[in-house]
């Protein structure tokens, strides 16, 4: 998690040494990091162990560390990358069982914006890893993301498969609006 967060392999060790009894080396945490990037290759080409009813599709903004391609020297004199943040998206797709109220995460994609393209690679992975209303697709919720309904509408999940705006997006933008309302009252205007 640390090093997907864009940690050093030392801030990596330190931020672990609690859970570890101590700090990792560098070395240690650099082969796990590699295991892991080879299970997560083979988890997103895998088939789905369980198709859930529900897939809900959101995306989320986490800033990482990226090298900028200049060097520096640090405070114990050590010739080090120099690192910027950067935003970067991952569209997100969890399944739900409202049965269970069990939730997981089925997939991801790295995306630089919300857009039909990202939204796309995202849904047809998840159709090749057999995520069809045949298999036991219902519905699927998300946020009104323009680029998202877009690659809905391209991708073939299957008959019957329902789209449903999420209920706290739908809170959200009713709160916008009664907010408007309210300023607008207050600043003396006629209310809708």
């Known amino acids: 998690e640390v090093i997907g967060l ?14 570890n009894g101590g700090p990792l080396a560098k070395s240690t945490i650099n082969s796990r990091v590699l295991e892991v990037s080879r299970l997560v290759e083979a988890f997103h080409k895998g088939a789905l162990e369980q198709v859930p009813p529900v897939v ?14 200049e060097r520096f020297t640090d405070a114990r004199g050590r010739d080090r990358p120099q690192m910027r943040r950067r935003k970067v998206g991952l569209l997100v797709a969890y399944g739900v069982e409202p049965a269970t109220g069990q939730w997981w995460v089925l997939d991801w994609e790295r995306a630089e914006k919300e857009d039909e393209a990202s939204w796309e690679r995202l849904l047809e992975r998840l ?10 697709l219902k519905l699927i919720v998300s946020d009104g993301s323009e680029g998202l309904k877009a690659a809905l509408g391209l991708v073939a999940l299957g008959r019957g498969v329902k789209h ?8 959200r933008n009713v709160g ?16 809708k």
Not at 6 to 17: I, W, Y
Not at 58 to 68: A, F, I, Q, S, Y
Not at 164 to 171: M, N, T
């Open 164 to 171: 449903q705006l999420c209920v706290f997006h739908r809170l």
């Open 56 to 69: 809900l599709l959101d995306g989320l903004w986490v800033t990482v560390l990226e090298p900028t391609g």
């Open 6 to 19: 864009g940690l050093t392999l030392r801030q990596a060790g330190e931020v672990s040494a609690p859970a």
């Open 127 to 136: 159709r090749e890893r057999g995520l069809t209303a045949e298999k036991g």
């Open 176 to 191: 916008k609006e009664v907010k408007g309302i309210l300023a607008e009252a207050a600043a003396g205007k006629e209310t």
